[in-house]
Nanobody, 124 residues
Framework: QVQLVESGGGLVQAGGSLRLSCAASGRTFSRYALGWFRQAPGKEREFVAAISRSGGGTYYSDSVKGRFTISRDNAKSTVLLQMNSLKPEDTAVYYC?????????????????WGQGTQVTVSS
């Protein structure tokens, strides 16, 4: 079992940057593909980014490609989401999720474990 705890959210002006961090418990962190999802008020949760077990494969939604970067440190059991050039439409609760699989997916139903979420607010 994996427990995930996100941090790093906050309020930032449009054009600014934030870095989200997700710390995982357990000794099998490297077995999990990891993803970031977000949910804006009144909207369904959506895929943002994902990274493979080794970190060699990364995937992004079209809305964040070129602005966000996902990375992981298996030695520290941490996954990061660097968010640059933030826009008001990036405002949402951001969730970290883990999937015990060699296959990376954008489908949230496939993920086994979820964090509690961290709020990101981008002002215009």
């Amino acid at each position: 079992q994996v427990q995930l705890v996100e941090s790093g959210g906050g309020l930032v002006q449009a054009g600014g940057s934030l870095r989200l961090s997700c710390a995982a418990s357990g000794r099998t962190f490297s077995r999990y593909a990891l993803g970031w999802f977000r949910q804006a008020p009144g909207k369904e949760r959506e895929f943002v980014a994902a990274i493979s077990r080794s970190g060699g494969g990364t995937y992004y939604s079209d809305s964040v490609k070129g602005r966000f970067t996902i990375s992981r440190d298996n030695a520290k059991s941490t996954v990061l989401l660097q968010m640059n050039s933030l826009k008001p439409e990036d405002t949402a609760v951001y969730y970290c999720a883990a999937l015990n699989s060699v296959v990376v997916t954008t489908e949230e139903e496939a993920y086994d474990y979820w964090g509690q979420g961290t709020q990101v607010t981008v002002s215009s």
